[in-house]
């Protein structure tokens, strides 16, 4: 599943997928506004068909973050 992660993110910021680790973040990555975030979200809502709340969507600013989210939504990975 975290591959999958990585790849979906590599894909949606079309940027190599070595670059996504857990440094990866808002700050790091210049293309990664407010309005990018927000498509993200929906993106991934849709790609592993869940749902985040409000304030699962502010904490996800980070790859690690991500991750911690969706395994929570996800379950079993």
């Known amino acids: 599943m975290e591959d999958q992660l990585k790849e979906f993110l590599a894909d949606f910021f079309d940027i190599d997928v070595k670059s996504i680790n857990d440094d990866f973040s808002q700050v790091s990555h210049g293309d990664w506004d407010s309005m990018t975030h927000l498509r993200m979200i929906t993106a991934l809502e849709n790609e592993f068909s869940m749902k985040f709340t409000m304030a699962e969507i ?6 690690r973050a991500i991750k911690e989210k ?7 990975w």
């Open 58 to 63: 502010q904490q996800m600013t980070t790859y």
């Open 70 to 76: 969706v395994r929570n939504n996800v379950g079993g």
